[in-house]
């Protein structure tokens, strides 16, 4: 589905949540806290997980194709890590923009 898609599909089916929690007062950085957190547990699970398998499975590609070649270092994971984290940040970030822009009455109108 990809990045975008899941976040606005989570965003879509919590509209109503968001509303009523608007509604009672709460900041959209508490909003954003309780979106966040959901995305970045996963990718930090998923990075966790990724990560040394890649090094490990690079390090033996890499050994197997290529007499000489210059020793891996773990930093191109970590920028890696670093720039994933950071486009799903500004990736949730522009939807709860449109949910903080957003009218709580629209989303509670229907029921």
Known sequence: ????????????KRM?????R???GAS???LARLVNRQ???LLLIAGALASPLAYMLLGGLLESIFPYHVPMNPWPFVIAGI???GTSLVTISGQLFKVAKAN???ALRDE
Request: charged content about 10%; aromatic content about 12%.
């Open 1 to 12: 589905m990809g990045l975008y898609g899941l976040i606005s599909l989570v965003v879509a």
């Open 16 to 20: 109503k949540e968001f509303s009523i």
């Open 22 to 24: 608007k509604v009672l």
């Open 28 to 30: 959209v950085n508490s």
């Open 39 to 41: 995305f970045v547990w």
């Open 83 to 85: 720039a994933i984290l």
């Open 104 to 106: 709580p009455v629209d």
